[in-house]
Nanobody
Framework: QVQLVESGGGLVQAGGSLRLSCAAS????????MGWFRQSPGKEREFVGA????????YYADSVKGRFTISRDNAKNTLYLQMNSLKPDDTAVYYC?????????????????WGQGTQVTVSS
């Protein structure tokens, strides 16, 4: 199986930056496509972006394009989400997902594995 553990969340002022990490362990060969999602209170979990290890491609939701960057360190089995120019609307619990089946895997149902989430709060 696969375990995903997110870290790096916290409180930041609007306009600031944070970098989230997602450390993977177990059968990491299953993690070609990985993604980030977020969920705010009362809202559905929404897609943030995805990364393909084999093609080195990334794909972003329009709401974060140009502000967020996904990267991956294959030697460390870690996925990152660099978040810049943060806005209060970015406040959410951020989840790492793995095992995406088809590119770009924008739906929750596309993924087999999930982390526990990390809280990001952006103050105005």
């Amino acid at each position: 199986q696969v375990q995903l553990v997110e870290s790096g969340g916290g409180l930041v002022q609007a306009g600031g930056s944070l970098r989230l990490s997602c450390a993977a362990s177990g059968q990491t060969f299953r993690l070609n496509i990985m993604g980030w999602f977020r969920q705010s209170p009362g809202k559905e979990r929404e897609f943030v972006g995805a990364n393909s290890r084999s093609t080195r491609s990334t794909y972003y939701a329009d709401s974060v394009k140009g502000r967020f960057t996904i990267s991956r360190d294959n030697a460390k089995n870690t996925l990152y989400l660099q978040m810049n120019s943060l806005k209060p609307d970015d406040t959410a619990v951020y989840y790492c997902a793995g095992g995406g089946r088809t590119w770009p895997s924008r739906e929750k149902s596309d993924y087999d594995y999930w982390g526990q989430g990390t809280q990001v709060t952006v103050s105005s």
